[in-house]
């Protein structure tokens, strides 16, 4: 578990560590302090990435936004990435898919009942679901295609593949490595799967005959941006399809386990359930079957649950791994150019000097406080900050909000077989988003809704 190895060293040596990881020299930033110094002061120097072994199979040779290391490349594709694919308007046009698939996901989960259902596989669809239709046009989860495209499989492989802490990422002069681990073939396997589908959404989104959509998809808005050709880099169809995949994986998991994590932690602290329940309760008008997106700025309570569960469990503990551009200084240390850095988002949200009792689920602590999760403010950095921070932030953060509202209000919680909370199993598995080790199963009473919908 390597947020809990790097807990224990920074715990022993400080918050600024040099670790000589095989062949990969290493530093690991854990205080808000000089979180702020590498994001902020050092934006420029730390703005490229590593190019490991996992994310140059999977992402067609790091040219997705992710991946991409700095340079104008990467600066025209984030460029498209805000203007375009996850703008204000363009994230509020989809309103009307997330409010479908949260109506699909309600209904899933009621119809588990009186049985147990299993929260985070019904979060994993309904995140899936939203993503595939704001990228592709369509979902998957229907009709048995998961299986049929490997779907299931594969995001499961992809969460584990880029960890990012194999043992061959840190010996790149030794490929083989990744040959006797086995980690090569999986990779191709599962880069193969997913570029078969994405060619077959690329020829579909081509056909002319194709029934255009009243919202443009992703890939259209894509295609748009490539016929334009006003680009000082023309984007080639990999290209396309790179920075597809990349909305698609960074926007799925992170949301699922977000809510994963925050609805684990109500299930642990009733009070604040009741509380954010009795809100959502009472601010919907009565005899509304749902929660729709125009009645979230109410939910005043609600956000600051997602903003605690945020700084509990950030879905990305390490953010994404940065590398430096340059030599540069933190703290007194020369950091040499083509180091790799990890900021340590999770120990930060901990950190006992910021926040007080900070191992409790306490959503009261941002109410007199301005502090909030857009890379303002170091000690809180679920997104991370800078100039590689984040662009989705919006999109994510209404992915949650909206099926948070509606798990509250549509079902009371339990946990199965008069298990006490107690016995909530938090463990956690490490991967580049950070789920709970084992599922979230719990039972679900319906609250004021139809069972015949
Ligand atoms: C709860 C939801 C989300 C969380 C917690 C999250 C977290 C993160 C983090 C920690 C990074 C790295 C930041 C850094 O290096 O400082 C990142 C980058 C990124 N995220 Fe998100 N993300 C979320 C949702 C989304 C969504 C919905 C999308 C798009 C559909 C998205 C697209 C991206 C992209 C493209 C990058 C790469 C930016 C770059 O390197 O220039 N994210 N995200």
Redesign the pocket.
Known sequence: MPHLALRSLAQKYGPILFLQLGEIPTVVVSSARLAKEA?KTHDLALSS?PQIFSAKHLFYNCTD??FSPYGAY?RQI?KI?ILEL?SAKRVQSYSFVREQEVARLVRRVAESYPGTTNLSKMLALYSNDV?CRVAFGRDFSGGGEYDKHGFQKMLEEYQELLGGFSLGDFFPSMEFIHSLTGMKSRLQRTFRSFNRLFDQMVTEHLNPMREKEEHKDLVDVLLDVQKEGSLEMPLTMDNVKAIIL??FL??TD??AV?LEWIMAELMMNPKVMRKAQDEVRSVISKGKEKVEESDLPKLTYLKLVIKEG?RLH???PL??P?ETTERCEIEGYQIAAKTRVFVNAKLIGKDPKYWEDPNEFKPERFMESSVDYRGQHYELL?????R??????N???L??EIVLANLLYCFDWQLPNGMKTQDLDMEEAFGISMHKKLPLCLVATPFGISMND
């Open positions: 994001l990435r936004v992710v990467w984030r990435c996850l993503l990349d909305m960074a926007g992170t949301s977000s945020f950030p879905p990305a953010l994404v940065r679920p997104f991370g900050g800078g590689r921070g984040c662009p989705g932030i999109f994510g953060v992915l949650i």
